[in-house]
């Protein structure tokens, strides 16, 4: 079975600074990776995914991930942060045919000026 | 853009209530998910369901039921509802992998359930 693991629970930057949430999964068959974003009492919303080819992706918001096959890592950065981006990140990996996610616990990014 | 609609935001109920939660989505999605969202621990899938009366236990499916009589609709049902079932819970709808994109799960905004 998969597995996802978010190191941080909580990641304080400051405004404009550079910031990476760091994933990691293990999987022994292809998979699909994906980085949800959830605001505050709001539902997860599609940040990027990993589908195939070029090992980095880039999202909305300025986010990028980059791939790590060798490492089974999927880490998102973004090099200089809003107050806006202060939200709970989820990264999560679906295996080549299934349907279902699995999900990391979630990483709160903490944003201040 | 796909939406996905839960029926209430906010619900409290009463220990020992038969809880219904509805989710539609508009995008002819043939998957819907059920999750329940608890700090520190993520979102664990309740159910899902891959067609129009089919249905698969999530990881946490105890004491939860669920329906899908129409494709546009899952819902959720707590047989009786207990105080170790106030979460945060989310639907999500998916085009099934390979007919369209890769699967990726659209969200309603959820709906924050407290058992008293």
């Known amino acids: 079975a998969q597995s996802v693991t978010q190191l941080d629970s909580q990641v304080p930057v400051f405004e404009e600074a550079p910031v990476e949430l760091r994933c990691n999964y293990s999987s022994s068959v292809s998979v699909y990776l994906f980085w949800y974003v959830q605001y505050p009492n709001q539902g997860l919303q599609l940040l990027l995914k990993?589908?195939?080819?070029?090992?980095l992706v880039k999202g909305i918001n300025g986010f990028e991930a980059e791939f790590n096959k060798s490492q089974t890592s999927f880490h998102l950065r973004k090099p200089s942060v809003h107050i806006s981006d202060t939200a709970e990140y989820f990264c999560?990996?679906?295996?080549?045919?299934?349907?279902?996610?699995?999900f990391g616990k979630g990483t709160m990014l903490l944003v201040s000026p | 853009d796909v939406k996905v609609t839960q029926s209430s935001r906010y619900l409290v109920k009463r220990t020992g209530e038969k809880v219904f939660l509805e989710c539609v989505q508009d995008?002819?999605?043939?998957?819907m998910f059920w999750y329940r969202q608890d700090p520190g621990l993520g979102l664990r899938l309740i159910y899902f369901s891959y067609d129009v009366k089919m249905k698969e236990k999530g990881d946490i499916p105890e004491g939860y039921s669920v329906s899908r009589e129409k494709k546009e609709r899952f819902s959720l049902i707590l047989e009786s509802a207990s105080t170790n079932q106030t979460s945060m819970y989310l639907c999500a709808s998916s085009p099934h992998p390979g007919l369209a994109g890769v699967g990726e799960q659209y969200f309603g905004p959820g709906t924050r359930l407290t058992v008293t």
């Open positions: 990993y589908l195939s080819g070029s090992t």
């Open positions: 999560a990996v679906r295996l080549s045919g299934y349907s279902t996610l699995t």
């Open positions: 995008m002819d999605h043939e998957n």
